[in-house]
């Protein structure tokens, strides 16, 4: 097994005063020869935006973008019709294939939003752009991993074009688990979200990431209430 180890304080951070963002990867004005990406894992943005402030409409082409809300609500509008509101407890996924125009905004004018921001490498270009947008409340489970994301559409959460596989977890003080990867040559990018885990041995802090590959399967031990996000994905 190798791994790399990202601790939170090691960010990057961008503080446009409306936005307070978190790169472990770099991004935007944020960048490390040594943290461009963790296999397709491209960008993984800890957001968190002033009320009633956001993204104006960019655009986006051939990457897979992943939002995951923590807390408040976020507005989405997009060139192929889509306004919504994402809120925690929900995950959505553009793939933006041969382009997309959007835009994210703090739908509260009195609280701030939070939320992660993914982006994954395709393993297919120009495709149709797709838009999708669910509740997790359906296959949360306590104490133990579950899917929120996937290369198949028929599959438990969200869907995209990659070889990928996302879970969340929610676990007690004291809990194990493990995750057993899909494909061994694959890697495994863990960010803790809130509280103490080990992984692999390895400690892991609130915004902590740790990168693993060349293993088949990843333990985990809570040392406290914890919120993990696991992501399985290509590293070529």
């Not at 995950?91 to 701030?112: D, L």
């Not at 929610?170 to 080990?198: A, C, M, Q």
């Amino acid at each position: 097994m190798k791994t790399i180890y990202h601790k939170s304080d090691t960010r990057g951070h961008t503080d446009f005063g409306w936005l307070n963002s978190y790169h472990s990867f770099s991004f935007g004005n944020y960048y490390d020869a040594q943290r461009i990406n963790f296999g397709t894992l491209r960008v993984l943005n800890d957001d968190t935006v002033a009320k009633g402030r956001g993204f104006g409409t960019h655009p986006h082409k051939n990457m897979e973008i992943i939002s995951i809300p923590l807390e408040g609500d976020l507005k989405h509008m997009d060139d192929m019709g889509n306004s919504t509101v994402i809120k925690a407890g929900d995950i959505q996924v553009m793939s933006a294939g041969t382009g997309i125009s959007h835009s994210e905004y703090n739908k509260s004018q009195e609280n701030e939003v939070k939320f992660l921001q993914i982006w994954v490498i395709p393993n297919e270009q120009n495709v149709t752009p797709h838009y999708d947008q669910i509740s997790i409340a359906d296959v949360k489970t306590k104490n133990s991993l579950y899917q929120i994301l996937s290369p198949n559409q028929d599959d438990s959460g969200v869907w995209i074009h990659q070889n990928a596989w996302f879970h969340l977890a929610n676990y007690d003080n004291g809990i194990t688990d493990s995750y057993t990867l899909k494909n061994e040559r694959n890697g495994v990018y863990v960010f803790v979200l809130n509280g103490e885990v080990e992984v692999a041995g390895q400690k892991l802090n609130s915004r902590d990431g740790l990168g693993l590959w060349e293993t088949k399967e990843v333990s985990f031990k809570a040392n406290s209430k914890v919120d993990i996000l696991v992501m399985e994905i290509p590293m070529t």
